[in-house]
C-alpha cells in the first residue's frame, strides 16, 4: 500500500511541475515498499540518490521558471530548495559512510518534505503562474 497518494490537494496547477511532484511521491512510495518488504537500508542509498537528482532537476525547472516570469518570492523559494537539498544529500552521505539509519526516520523526513514543500512554498506560486 502506498504510503503518499497524489490529491488535488497537492496541485499547484502547473502540469509540468504536478509531473514532476508525482515522480517524486513515487520515489518515497518505492522507498516505503521496500521498507515493506525488509529492504529500506539496502535500497536507501539508491532511491535517496535517485530522489535527491530528480528533486535537483526540479527545483532548476521551478527557479528557471521564476527567473523567466519575474516571480516575486524567488530569492525565498530558492533558498528553501538549497535547504531541503542540502538535509537530503546530508543524509545520503551519511548512510554511505555506513551511519546505520532508521529508515523509517529517513521516510518520514522525505515524506514531509515532498508534502510540506509542495503544500507551503510551491502553492505560494499557483496563483503568480496561473496567469502566465
Known amino acids: 500500500m502506498a504510503l503518499m497518494e497524489w490529491t488535488d490537494r497537492l496541485s499547484v496547477g502547473v502540469e509540468k511541475f504536478d509531473g514532476h511532484h508525482k515522480r517524486m511521491i513515487a520515489l518515497v512510495n518505492e522507498l516505503h515498499d521496500a521498507m515493506s518488504e525488509g529492504r529500506g537500508q539496502q535500497a536507501l542509498s539508491r532511491i535517496l540518490g535517485e530522489l535527491i537528482d530528480y528533486t535537483d532537476y526540479h527545483f532548476s525547472a521551478e527557479e528557471a521558471a521564476f527567473d ?14 538549497a535547504a531541503l537539498l542540502e538535509k537530503a544529500r546530508a543524509l545520503k552521505e551519511q548512510h554511505d559512510a555506513g551511519a546505520t539509519m532508521m529508515s523509517l526516520e529517513v521516510i518520514e523526513f522525505l515524506k514531509d518534505w515532498v508534502t510540506d514543500h509542495i503544500k507551503g512554498e510551491d502553492k505560494k506560486y499557483s496563483a503568480f503562474f496561473a496567469d502566465r
Do not use: R, S
Open 68 to 81: 523567466e516570469h519575474g516571480y516575486p518570492d524567488a530569492g525565498t523559494h530558492k533558498e528553501a530548495h
